[in-house]
C-alpha cells in the first residue's frame, strides 16, 4: 500500500457530494452500473473539437475545410463503444436525440465567426499536470499528497498571460453566474496549478467554454476570476478532504446526484453490504 494520494478537482468534488459515491468509484473502484449519457456525450463532443483545434493547428486543415461532423461520429463511436459490458442512461429522449445534440454543437462551434483566432491564442492541448499540494498555511507540500489533471486547452489572454481554458457541456445556464463560479474548484485547481508551473506568467482566472444544450445549441464564454483566496481554499480543501478520507466512515447522501449516480443499485442495499477498505493509492485520481 502506497502512503501517497493523488486528487483531482473530480475526486475532491465527488467526495464533497457523497462520500459512499466516492468509495465506490475511487476506494473500491468498483464497476459502473451504468453511465451517464450526458457525461458520454460531453466526452464526445469533447474529444471532436480538440481534434478539430489540433488539426487547424498542425496546418492539417483549415476552419474552412474541417468536417465537424465527421469528427463527432468518430468520436462518438469511439466512446459509445469503450464499455461494452455497461450499459449507457440516455434518459427520455434516447441515443438518437443525443447524437444529434451532439451533432448540433459540434456544428455549432465550427461555426463560431472568430474561431480562427481562438484557435491561435491557444498554446497547447491536453496539458497534464501532476503537482505536490502546497499546504498555504506553512508554504511546504502536504506530506503524502498530491493533484493532478488535464487541462482541456491552456490560451493566451488578452495580456498575454497564459489561461486554463475548459470545455463544458451544460443543460441549461443555471450554475455558471458570477457568484455559482466564484469559488470553482476545478477552475481554483487548475488556475493555481498554471501559476505553479509558469509563475507570474500565469492568469488569475481561468476561462470556460460551454455548449449549452439548448434547442438551438450554443456556445458561451465564462470566465472566472479566481483571487488568491480561491486557489488557498482549494488547496486546503484538499487537504481536509484527504485527512478525511482516511478517518471517516463514508455513507449514502441523498441528493440530486443520486440520480445519475453509476452506483444507485448497491446504494440501495448499502446497510447489507460490508464497507469497503479504504486505501491509498497513487493512482486513485
Ligand atoms: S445513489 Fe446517491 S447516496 Fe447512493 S452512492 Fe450514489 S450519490 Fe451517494
Known amino acids: 500500500m502506497s502512503n501517497f494520494r493523488v486528487l483531482s478537482a473530480s475526486q475532491l468534488t465527488t467526495y464533497a457530494t457523497c462520500t459512499q459515491q466516492w468509495a465506490y468509484r475511487y476506494a473500491e473502484k468498483a464497476p459502473e452500473e451504468s453511465r451517464s449519457g450526458a457525461l458520454v456525450l460531453g466526452s ?25 461532423k465527421e469528427l463527432l461520429h468518430e468520436a462518438w463511436g469511439a466512446e459509445t463503444s469503450s464499455k461494452p459490458e ?28 472568430d474561431l480562427e483566432q481562438r484557435i491561435a491564442r491557444i498554446v497547447s492541448v491536453d ?19 498530491g493533484v493532478q489533471g488535464i487541462l482541456d486547452f491552456v490560451e493566451r489572454d488578452a495580456d498575454g498571460k497564459l489561461r486554463a481554458l475548459d470545455l463544458k457541456t451544460a443543460g441549461s445556464r443555471a450554475g455558471w453566474s458570477p457568484d455559482d463560479t466564484r469559488w470553482h474548484v476545478q477552475g481554483s485547481v487548475y488556475a493555481w496549478a498554471l501559476k ?14 460551454i455548449g449549452f444544450k439548448l434547442k438551438e445549441p450554443v456556445w458561451e464564454d465564462r470566465v472566472v476570476n479566481l483571487p488568491a483566496a480561491a486557489r488557498r481554499r482549494v488547496l486546503l480543501s484538499l487537504i481536509a478532504a484527504s485527512q478525511s478520507m ?35 493509492d497513487p493512482f486513485a485520481a
Open 127 to 145: 496539458l497534464r499536470f501532476e503537482l505536490p499540494v502546497l499546504d498555504p498555511r506553512t508554504e511546504q507540500p502536504a506530506p503524502g499528497l
Open 44 to 68: 464526445a463532443v469533447d474529444v471532436a473539437l480538440k481534434t478539430l483545434v489540433h488539426q487547424v493547428r498542425s496546418g492539417e486543415a483549415t476552419v474552412g475545410t474541417v468536417k465537424p
Open 86 to 113: 455497461v450499459p449507457i442512461d440516455w434518459g427520455e429522449k434516447g441515443a438518437p436525440a443525443n447524437l444529434r445534440t451532439a451533432e448540433a454543437l459540434v456544428e455549432a462551434f465550427a461555426r463560431l465567426p
Open 196 to 209: 505553479e508551473l509558469h509563475g507570474d506568467a500565469a492568469a488569475e482566472d481561468v476561462a470556460f467554454h
Open 246 to 280: 482516511d478517518r471517516a466512515t463514508p455513507f449514502p447522501q441523498k441528493s440530486w446526484a443520486c440520480a445519475g449516480c453509476a452506483y444507485s443499485r448497491r446504494c440501495d442495499d448499502w446497510q447489507s453490504t460490508p464497507g469497503v477498505v479504504l486505501r491509498r
